[in-house]
């Protein structure tokens, strides 16, 4: 699945849902969603992780569509290797 394509399927799922409980709301259920991501981590359930990883990304997505970026544009930044440094990998002190 493309990146813009799950920012898509994430909104047809939660968008009203979660525009409606606003950026604030949004984002204390992504602290939430990565507190488990770092319980899941420390007790060492790849499984769980796993779990725990596709919920932080839907609710890293949600509040994206929520402040109106792309996603797939954003990650871009990352294209090219190192934003700082340009190199692959990172050469940054």
Do not use: N
Not at 39 to 59: C, I, K, N, Q, S
Not at 75 to 81: D, M, N, P, S
């Amino acid at each position: 699945m493309e990146i813009r394509e799950f920012q898509r399927s994430i909104e047809r799922i939660y968008f009203e849902r979660d525009s409606e409980r606003g950026l604030e709301g949004s984002f204390r259920w992504f602290v939430e969603e990565v507190g488990e991501l770092a319980r899941a981590m420390r007790e060492g359930e790849p499984g769980r992780m796993a779990e725990e990883f596709a919920d932080v990304l839907a609710w890293l997505s949600t509040m994206s569509s929520i402040c109106g970026v792309e996603l797939e544009e954003a990650v871009g930044k990352y294209a090219a290797g190192c934003p700082k440094c340009g190199r692959t990998p990172c050469q940054c002190e």
